[in-house]
């Protein structure tokens, strides 16, 4: 069922029951796109939150405003994943849900903006993206994502920048340098340790080392924080899974793919490990 969140065109979920009484855990599916409002649609998490169904586990498969919705970028994209996040708190007034056991699963751009929503409750309480927040996660699993925001004007062997056009400063609403405080609030690095369960499901092709290599096959050529060594070095509990060649789509659209498996694996693990930790 579609539910709207909010008061804009994008601001809605759809929000599949497993069958039973319940309460079940909660998965909520961030769809990617390269920050942009023309790329990636919740659509593309409709196979998942099916399996996930069957699994036991609700999904609630989010639409946000991006860069290029009329209101995305500062503020209104974070204002609108956390909206999306609190509907949580209204929605289990009605439906047998358990939010104590909410997972964000993000892939691509939507595994930063789930990284983001692990941080958000430690934003300061004058921040212009931090909204009310009502509901928390308790884990996050996050698919053949960068997690740094600056690799969205990285560019690639060939000199493209990585999503095809400047993204930083819309999303920011100024120009990086001109605004280190909001480019901080975005960059969920510069918040660890997050304080809660992580996986990291990642393609060959883009899972960061040190020292730094090409990654995407060269779409860029930044050299990307080890995430999962910051992690854990920040006292965090990240998992961390490597997909061989993995193509950077079969995380949401290919459910015959070792990586749409392990994604599907990592969530089902991470709701068990939260089960266990509070049982």
Known sequence: MQIPYGPEPTSHGELLLPDGPGPFPVAMLIHGGCWLAGLGAMEDYRPMAQLLRQGGIASWNIEYRR??????????????????????????????????????????????????????????????????????????????????????????????LYCGEPVLARLLGAEAEAAPERLREISPLKWLPWGIPQHYVISSRRYPVTPGRLLADGRTTMAMPDYPALARSAGDDCEVSVIEGAGHFDFVEAPASDAFTASHQAVLQMVERIREGSG
């Not at 941080?119 to 997690?147: M, T, W």
Request: aromatic fraction near 6%.
């Open 67 to 160: 860069v290029g919705h009329d209101g995305g970028g500062w503020p209104g994209t974070f204002l609108d994943l956390g909206k999306a996040l609190n509907h949580l708190d209204i929605l289990s007034r009605d439906h047998p849900l358990d939010i104590s056991r909410t997972v964000a699963l993000g892939h691509s751009s939507g595994g930063h903006f789930a990284a983001w929503l692990a941080i958000r409750d430690q934003l300061p309480a004058s921040s212009d993206i931090k909204g009310d927040a009502k509901v928390s996660l308790a884990g996050a699993v996050l698919a053949d994502a960068f997690i740094d925001p600056k690799v969205m004007d990285s560019k690639g062997l060939d000199g493209a």
